[in-house]
């Protein structure tokens, strides 16, 4: 992928360009290849890619098992190598998808996660007995996979804000399968942070699906990924990523300072945030993140919860599991119970 990046950042053709339109040259380059048939680096094709991430009778790791349902990317955000490095959003077949699930479902798996670079954008083809043929969706396959005997919790990351459709909603809202906790990255609270990333959504875009999913599903906790420090982010920008936190409350959050990745157009940008700034955005947004997740935990506690037990914990006698909002649960119970989804009272 490293000779792809500099065929995209150094086009052997004179362009006169403003800086936004040179920020989408790599993806527009990207994608000239591509509908002219050519492959980047990443793109092989797809029987190879899923035979090698999912062969046949592949055993089971335990009672929770990975299933990828989708690879690539066709979303350029700027700061992101994984349209030049995993190549075009591909998704496979819904018959494939279930026959694997089944098998791990017969393997032992109590809980599939279902996984993708950008999992909801996930079309793969309908299996064909369905009378209308044609393309499923994440939320189409979900239901599916959902009347599969045995497979009691399902899961599914990483989802894109812009692709969350009202299938999807919906099987939030009719799956019992379909755990309670979405990991929907967001990036930023600033419309102008959020347009240079090339995020194609609005921040009130993504506040108005949270509560959409949240009407569907009222018990919906949400993890998501935050990058401070974004090229051109003033302080202005991070306060809108601080007030888009208060508002929504995350139960869990990954953030990041900005670093650059070669090739991407983020990379080759003038107005990069200093570095002492970004550690002091960082330190500020994590704390509001910290007391969000300990809120959270906190009001687990003296709840029941059911918990899908995965193997034994570190303590003699003792199992680890996790409860709907993947929250780690340690308790005391006989091996055999591993696999069993048991009520469990949460303490501190
Ligand atoms: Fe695609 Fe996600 Fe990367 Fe954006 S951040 S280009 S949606 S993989």
């Not at 209308?132 to 994440?138: D, H």
């Not at 420090?229 to 929504?248: K, N």
């Not at 670093?259 to 947004?285: C, H, M, N, W």
């Not at 649960?329 to 006989?334: K, L, Q, R, W």
Request: hydrophobic letters at 40%; a negative charge; one cysteine or more.
């Amino acid at each position: 992928a490293e000779g792809e990046e500099i065929v995209a950042r150094q086009p052997a053709v004179d362009l006169v360009v403003g800086p936004q339109a040179y920020h989408q040259l790599p993806e527009l380059i990207a994608r000239t290849r591509r509908a002219r048939g050519e492959r980047l680096a990443a793109d092989f094709a797809p029987d190879e890619k899923f035979d090698a991430l999912a062969p046949a009778g592949r055993k089971p790791a335990g009672v929770t098992a990975f299933l990828t349902v989708q690879e690539g990317c066709d979303k350029f955000c700027t700061f992101c190598v994984v349209p030049y490095t995993r190549g075009a959003e591909y998704s496979r077949p819904a018959a494939d998808v279930i026959a694997e699930a089944r098998r791990l479902v017969g393997g032992g798996a109590r809980e599939i996660t279902l996984l993708g670079q950008n999992v909801n954008a996930y079309h793969g083809a309908a299996p064909p007995n369905q009378p209308k043929g044609g393309e499923w969706g994440l939320g189409e396959l979900i239901r599916a996979l959902a009347g599969l005997p045995g497979l009691e919790r399902i899961r599914y990351t990483t989802s894109h804000p812009r692709d969350v459709d009202d299938a999807l909603i919906a099987a939030h809202r009719d799956v019992p399968q379909l755990m309670p906790f979405l990991h929907l990255p967001v990036q930023s609270g600033s419309d102008q942070v959020l347009a240079a990333m090339n995020r194609r959504h609005t921040a009130d875009q993504y506040k108005r699906t949270v509560q959409r999913l949240r009407n569907a599903r009222p018990d919906l906790a949400l993890s998501s990924d935050f990058i401070v420090g974004y090229p051109g982010e003033s302080d202005q920008d991070f306060r809108a990523t601080l007030d888009l936190v208060a508002e929504i409350d995350f139960a869990q959050a990954f953030s990041f300072k900005y670093s650059v990745r070669p090739g991407t157009p983020a990379a080759d940008a003038e107005d990069q945030v200093p570095e002492p700034v970004k550690t002091a955005r960082l330190a500020e947004l994590q704390d509001l993140l910290q007391r969000q997740q300990r809120a959270f935990n906190q009001d687990c506690v003296g709840t029941v919860l059911p918990v899908l037990f995965e193997k034994p914990g570190r303590h003699p006698g003792q199992l680890v599991g996790r409860s709907p909002y993947l929250q780690a649960v340690h308790t005391d119970a006989s091996p055999d119970r591993i696999g069993e989804i048991i009520p469990v009272m949460i303490h501190a």
